[in-house]
């Protein structure tokens, strides 16, 4: 199967990756985005979905395949494929946006579910076994027909096995396909060319018996480039107003979904539409999603991240950092504000450690840590009271420990223009 891609070409897939790529359950991804959700500012980035990400995943495992892989036995070579192709199937409407949602109310995540739903005896009782127009998995069924090692594939899939890093690692198939596509989709500067490229990367990286990371010192722009690129695109991903502003409003929409009944945990094998049409069902989301969704964004006022420390404050989830926002600024502007906070963990920077090919240990980076809150009004509001609301989320801020020095970036909304200052003046 010739497969046709804006960032490696045409490749091929391989016997294994040809048969499970075209079963429902894996064909499912191509009505699953590539971002959390739907956004004019990031119009194509919002068109790309998880299948041509798998597929990419795959040709990158296949030029490790014939480098690196070579090393290894066969038969940990193709549980090890058939493990990429599986890692992202259970990923649920609009990926880790719901995901975070299940997660934080019921410890539901992607992965488990990979194994939990898709690699068991089939019972007809489960939902979400019938993934695709009804049918139940064929996943096990081809694993059992090919001879592959069921236990093996459960293994790397749940990270009991060296190999898991090559999918679950710093530096992995999933995330270097992941950065460099959602940067081509953004128009990011071109960081990856000669040797520094994915490919490069891939086709070199390996992973000791202890877990650790491989990569001769002649690849190490590769890994700066990649270092490079994955800060760029967060920082679009992170700070675009509108796609803030979007994931807000369906994380929302969702809650009251689960809320409401119109959703479960075991809607997770549903596609982005056909939430959206689930959710809509209620009249009161339904408008929700065709007003401030699809359509006006909520307008922002401010975003703010501060450097991650021991305070009371970040050890609060989510949801209550908040409510504690909104109860701060309802009666100011009148109104309930939407609210969005991101706890970002290496989502900037991570550190890679690695050893060369002399086994001399190295270290690339630090992994990142903030807190991000943006703030949005439902209305649009005047200057004033939007420089008011931001002043008034610093001091909430402040009377929670933090001080000036762990303010990292106000942006904030003018007149037409965005004001960006690296550090907030009191």
């Known amino acids: 199967m010739n497969i046709y891609d804006p960032l490696y070409g045409r490749y091929s897939l391989s016997e294994i990756s040809r048969d499970l790529c075209v079963l429902p359950e894996v064909r ?61 199937v259970a990923t649920p409407p609009f990926g880790h946006l719901f995901e975070y949602v299940l997660k934080e109310t019921i410890g539901w995540d992607h992965e488990s579910a990979a194994v939990t739903t898709l690699l068991k005896a ?17 996943v096990l069924d081809y694993i059992e027909r090919r001879g592959i090692d069921l236990e093996l594939v459960k293994a790397i899939l749940t990270k009991r096995h060296h190999l898991s890093k090559l999918i679950f690692g710093v ?42 990371l491989r990569l001769a010192d002649e690849h190490v722009p590769a890994l700066e480039s990649w270092a490079n690129l994955r800060r760029a695109v967060y920082n679009v991903l992170v700070f675009d107003e509108a796609t803030v502003a979007s994931q807000t409003v369906l994380t ?9 009944g119109l959703i479960s945990s075991e809607d ?28 006006q964004l909520p307008f922002p006022i401010t975003t703010i991240q501060i450097r991650w420390k021991a305070a009371k404050l970040f050890d609060l989830p989510r949801a209550s950092i908040e409510e504690m926002v ?15 906070v991101f706890k970002e963990r290496g989502s900037f920077e991570k550190e890679v450690k690695f050893a060369n090919e002399a086994g001399v240990e190295r270290t690339l980076g630090a992994t990142s840590k903030s ?37 990292m970036r106000v942006v904030a909304q003018g007149e037409g223009t965005i004001a960006k200052s690296e550090r907030f003046d009191f």
Request: charged share 25%.
């Open 252 to 260: 929302y929409a969702i809650k009251q979904g689960l809320l409401r």
């Open 371 to 407: 807190l991000v809150i943006s703030v949005f009004s439902k209305r649009l509001v005047s200057a004033h009271r939007r420089r008011l609301a931001e002043h008034a989320v610093v001091k909430l801020l402040a009377d929670n420990d933090v001080l000036a020095e762990d303010f």
């Open 171 to 212: 530096v992995d198939f999933d995330n270097l396909d992941n950065v460099w596509r959602m940067a081509w989709s953004l128009g990011l500067p071109e960081l990856s060319s000669g040797n520094a490229s994915p490919e490069v990367l891939a086709a070199h990286i390996d992973i000791d018996d202890d877990g650790r």
């Open 326 to 340: 909104t109860d701060n600024l309802k009666e100011m502007l009148g109104e309930e504000p939407w609210v969005y």
């Open 268 to 295: 997770w094998f549903l596609h982005d539409e056909s939430l959206l049409s689930r959710l809509s069902s209620d009249r009161e989301i339904g408008l929700l999603i065709e007003q401030q969704y699809l359509g």
């Open 28 to 88: 499912r991804l191509s009505q699953i985005r590539l971002l959390n959700s739907i956004t004019p500012t990031l119009a194509t980035l919002s068109e790309l979905r998880r299948y041509a990400h798998t597929l990419g995943v795959l040709h990158l495992f296949g030029l490790w395949k014939r480098t690196v892989g070579k090393r290894y036995a066969t038969k940990d070579v193709d549980a090890l494929e058939v493990a990429i192709i599986l890692h992202d």
């Open 122 to 138: 089939y019972s007809s009782a489960s939902t979400a076994q019938q993934i695709f127009a009804g049918r139940r998995p064929k």
